[in-house]
Nanobody, 123 residues
Framework: WQLVESGGGSVHSGDSLRLSCSVSGKLGEHYAIGWFHQAPGEEREGIASMSHSDGTAYYADSVEGRFFIARNAAKNTVYLLMDDLRLEDTGLYYC?????????????????WGQGTQVTVSS
């Protein structure tokens, strides 16, 4: 598969942004799409995942209630809808896929990654 992220940019605190992850290729049952955030100088962390099988989503506490993962099956695209952006949301955002029926946010379960898209939040 190939994953391509887009939609990053520079915004202000409190703004919203939508990231897209375009997936080429057909994902199998129990595969998941995950979104990861890497703040400057920090480790990459999983923030949201969605089951390809049934669309069930799971979120990290840091984004619960602010970020939402959605998909357009016809376009084979998964979105990360980000509301109420904060300074600490600045960084690179990656989407990834892997066999992940439990929707875990561990990097190790994802084996195909996009190149990342930059989000910068300023006050």
């Amino acid at each position: 598969w190939q994953l391509v992220e887009s939609g990053g940019g520079s915004v202000h605190s409190g703004d919203s942004l939508r990231l897209s992850c375009s997936v080429s290729g057909k994902l199998g049952e129990h595969y998941a799409i995950g979104w990861f955030h890497q703040a400057p100088g920090e480790e990459r962390e999983g923030i949201a995942s969605m089951s390809h099988s049934d669309g069930t989503a799971y979120y990290a506490d840091s984004v619960e209630g602010r970020f939402f993962i959605a998909r357009n099956a016809a376009k084979n695209t998964v979105y990360l809808l980000m509301d109420d952006l904060r300074l600490e949301d600045t960084g690179l955002y990656y989407c990834a896929t892997g066999y992940n029926p439990a929707l875990r946010l561990w990097e190790q379960v994802y084996d195909t990654w996009g190149q990342g898209t930059q989000v910068t939040v300023s006050s």
